[in-house]
């Protein structure tokens, strides 16, 4: 009942752009802060953007800054992440989750997450 919906992920050609899409189901998504995360085959886990839930803020991490960019949708409970310059090595399964203790992305440390998505699969291959 409580959890977020991952779509939109696909197979994309390298430097291609994909948008991919996290509902809020069953909870007030201006409660908590929202991340985007990823894991590849073989690989941790690794937070790749965080926005808040009111003040704006917002980052991306360093291996994606200048490609990725999150943002979100309040009244559709929404939050996206669009992909561009996309590169193999951003192969994974996405992953959406709210960071429980805090409402702002003002600093890169994460609280307890939360409200897992099933993931979406994105691939970038030729």
């Known amino acids: 009942q409580v959890h977020f919906v991952e779509s939109g992920g696909g197979l994309v050609q390298p430097g291609g752009s994909l948008r991919i899409s996290c509902a809020a189901s069953?909870?007030?998504?201006?409660?908590?802060?929202v991340g985007w995360f990823r894991q590849a085959p073989g690989k941790e886990r690794e937070g790749v953007a965080c926005?808040?839930?009111?003040?704006?803020?917002?980052y991306v991490a360093d291996s994606v800054k200048g490609r990725f960019t999150i943002s979100k949708d309040s009244a559709l409970s929404t939050v996206y992440l669009q992909m561009n310059s996309l590169k193999p090595e951003d192969t994974a399964v996405y992953y959406c989750?709210?960071?429980?203790?805090?409402?702002?992305?003002?600093?890169?440390?994460?609280?307890?997450?939360?409200?897992w998505g099933q993931g979406t699969q994105v691939s970038v291959s030729s």
């Open positions: 989750a709210a960071d429980l203790e805090r409402v702002s992305c003002s600093s890169r440390r994460w609280g307890t997450l939360g409200y």
């Open positions: 926005i808040g839930s009111r003040d704006g803020s917002n």
């Open positions: 069953g909870f007030f998504l201006e409660d908590y802060a």
